[in-house]
């Protein structure tokens, strides 16, 4: 370990003489738990292309089953948790509610009768039109992870006797119930003044009817308790698809940190240089922040992470505007292997007041690797604000 931190710090000093490929950001649906914006604000209807939101919204929703225990690591690992799938009535039944909103002041969440068999998760939000976050799909994805997140601070032992009056929100029990694996949703937003516009989301789940004291899933190691003619799931290996599931994104994520309590373990680092890097937490959203008010600062996260063939580094990145006379600040991704000898990098000095996606290609097999970033202050650039938030590590190429 204490040899990467040294060869860490001397490539701190001399990734300045060399040049560096930028790479423009990507949109990569599910192989994260919070989705990348690509720009689209529409007050006047639906998003368009149905069926990349239908994907985007169910990887969430996948992604968030598959990493439960790094929510909270009190739940228990679950031997029966189904890959969820998206249900076409499911989602009928939410737009035709969304439209009535039209007509009612009130809307809320509507309870299905029984005979139904159908769960609801509801929410209504107003945003100001300044709301940093633009994309209709990139806001449901975190409300969507909000209702996971309510697990946060509740018991373990809520998994094999679900006691209602335990846990004052109940959303997250549609998202995590084993046997809950039809899912469809739908959303839209209104305009309420020239200021702010009100969102509603919707979305519902079957098969339901969970009663008090059931077990919402079993307790044991992952995936050993699937149903007949399922498996672990190539890409979400922790949940139970049918044996004959093709997934058009096979890769695995090897490693994955949001700054968040839950994933404080996941997220351990060493900083070199100025110690300015801080954890800001807003909005549900978790993420590094830097002032570059210094000349360098690096930050090496402490897992190594194992390669077998290829890897992808994604991570969100976002940099405040400077004054016009003032010189850009730079943000170097960096993937380290093999003690240190050798490395991959990507340097970027763009300003984006917006969360923009980038990815570094790591071209390494049978490696144990470590990534990390290095800020430097170039010129005049003091106090520009770089964040970075939302990294994960993914198996074969980008």
């Known amino acids: 370990m204490w040899i990467y931190l040294l060869i860490w710090t001397s490539l701190i000093y001399n990734l300045n003489s060399e040049h560096h490929k930028k790479f423009s950001y990507f949109i990569l649906f599910g192989s994260t738990c919070r989705l990348e914006s690509y720009e689209r604000f529409d007050h006047e209807a639906f998003y368009p292309e149905e069926k990349i939101v239908t994907k985007a919204l169910l990887n969430v929703h996948n992604c968030l089953r598959n990493i439960i225990r790094f929510i909270n690591q009190a739940f228990p690992r679950g031997t029966n948790l189904l890959k969820m799938e998206w249900d076409d009535e499911l989602y009928r039944m939410a737009k035709e509610q969304i439209y009535e909103c039209d007509e009612k002041s009130d809307c809320s969440k509507y309870q299905y009768t029984e005979d139904k068999h159908v769960e609801q998760n509801f929410k209504a939000v107003v945003y100001n039109k300044s709301y940093e976050v633009k994309d209709p799909v990139l806001r449901f994805a975190k409300i969507i992870r909000d209702w996971a997140y309510e697990i946060q601070n509740l018991s373990g032992s809520i998994v094999q006797n679900f006691q209602p009056d335990k846990s004052p929100e109940k959303d ?23 200021e702010t516009f009100k969102e509603i989301y919707i979305c519902n789940y079957a098969p339901a009817n969970l009663k008090k004291g059931e077990e919402i899933y079993k307790k044991g190691q992952w995936c050993t308790e699937c149903p007949a003619e399922m498996k672990c799931h190539q890409k979400w290996f922790r949940l139970c698809a049918p044996k004959d599931d093709i997934d058009d994104e096979p890769n695995e994520i090897l490693w994955n940190c949001d700054f968040s309590e839950g994933m404080m373990e996941q997220c351990k680092y060493e900083i070199q240089c100025n110690k300015d890097w801080q954890t800001v937490c807003r909005y549900g959203f978790c993420h590094q922040e830097i002032t570059t008010n210094n000349p360098k600062s690096s930050l090496l996260f402490l897992t190594p992470i194992l390669v077998k063939d290829h890897a992808c580094l994604i991570f969100d990145y976002k940099k405040t505007h400077l004054p016009i006379n003032q010189r850009e600040s730079t943000l170097t991704a960096i993937a380290v292997w093999n003690n240190g000898k050798n490395y ?21 097999k049978n490696q ?31």
């Open 172 to 194: 997250w029990v549609n998202l995590f119930r084993a046997t809950m694996y039809k899912v469809g949703c739908d959303s839209r937003n209104f305009q309420l003044n020239n």
């Open 344 to 364: 991959t990098s990507l340097e970027i000095d763009e300003d984006v007041n917006v969360w923009m996606r980038y990815k570094l290609k790591i071209h390494v």
């Open 368 to 398: 144990k690797i470590q990534v990390g970033f290095v800020v430097r202050k170039v010129g005049n650039s003091e106090g520009q604000i770089i964040s970075i938030g939302n990294l994960f590590v993914s198996s074969g190429s980008c």
